[in-house]
């Protein structure tokens, strides 16, 4: 029989327990918990139902937004939550930020950078976009970067054996260094910038016409002298050196091919008076 009459259109009457505790009649008794093992069911982590919650009660615990209890970004968030229209929107603003940026970029480079082929083919349009907005009166680069190709020679008046003064012919002495550092991947200090930094040291302190304009005007003869007399020091001379002539090549760097930009590749020449060696010279020499 049923708990209740379904018949009778009353309202359903349930079956109170029996005294004691006892069930009702025709009810199952109740399994001994002692004896009850939990069923191997996968994914279980409680036998207590009063601990276990559904997927619908999650679901309805979750915050707006695509995330979870814990805060992380459920797997449908981000872009691919949107439909491919907004999809592809996105996509195209980011692009459009990204060129933008670059753009910005290479454009106060050229700002700021020393003067170049580039900078003077474009220099309209990267004055039309710095300025008024964007101007910068710092400078990144050296001031006055070397855009010059400048090449050191030297050559001795040698005293032969026999008494004989004879002239040696012009050394290129930036191409041996140049050849030092070529394919060398740990080049030295002197390789790269003795010469060239005593050039620039001499013609820092002297005047076109090779007259001294300050004190270390001396230091910087004794000084690019000496180099030349190590130089020579290496060549097979046959004799004594007593004199020693400097001179520089310098040539302007070319411009790239796609530039229009003209400029004269002739070399230009500045020689240096003849030096005598003197004993100090030799003692710092033969060191």
Known sequence: MDAYDKGTGDEPVPETAAPGGAAPEGAAAPADPASETAPATS??????????VGADSLDGARPPGGRGLSGSPSAAGGLTALTLPYQLAAALVLALVAVVGAVHLGMVFLHVAPSNTASREYGEAVDGWIYPEFEQNWKLFAPNPLQQNVAVHARAKVRSEDGELRTTGWINLSAQDGAAIDGNLLPSHTQQNELRRAWDFYNGSHTSENVSNGLRGDLSERYLRRIALLRFDREPLGGTVERIQLRSSTTLVQPPKWSAEKVDSKASLRELPWWS??????EVSDR
Not at 44 to 49: H, M
Not at 277 to 282: A, F, K, S
């Open 277 to 282: 060696i003197t004993p100090r010279d030799r």
């Open 43 to 52: 994914g279980a982590t409680s036998a207590d139902p009063a601990l276990s």
